[in-house]
């Protein structure tokens, strides 16, 4: 069984920056992409960022370009999300997603998600 535990989330004011992680552990594949996902209180999950195994392929919302960088450590099972300049619209839950078939925005398996409050 496959397990991703998130971490980094926290409370900051906008315009600051904070780093999430995400952690495979347990039965993970030879190749997977790996993904941060958000919910906004009363709207639906939406993709953030996504990234092939070789990080060759990366792509992000237009609403986090430029401000957010999805990078990953192959040797640690490790996604991370680095946030800049962030805004209170990104007040969310993120979650991380991991895909066996190495398929961006590919979402065989969820964490359980780590809170962003971005303060005005």
């Known amino acids: 069984q496959l397990q991703l535990v998130e971490s980094g989330g926290g409370l900051v004011q906008s315009g600051g920056s904070l780093r999430l992680s995400c952690a495979a552990s347990g039965f993970i594949p030879g190749r997977y992409a790996m993904g941060w996902f958000r919910q906004a209180p009363g709207k639906e999950r939406e993709g953030v960022s996504c990234?092939?195994?070789?990080?060759?392929?990366?792509n992000y919302a237009d609403s986090v370009k430029g401000r957010f960088t999805i990078s990953r450590d192959n040797a640690k099972s490790t996604v991370y999300l680095q946030m800049t300049s962030l805004k209170p619209e990104d007040t969310a839950v993120y979650y991380c997603?991991?895909?066996?078939?190495?398929?961006?925005?590919?979402?065989?398996?969820w964490g359980k998600g780590t809170l962003v409050t971005v303060s005005s």
């Open positions: 997603a991991l895909d066996r078939r190495n398929m961006c925005w590919g979402t065989d398996y």
């Open positions: 990234i092939s195994f070789g990080g060759i392929t990366t």
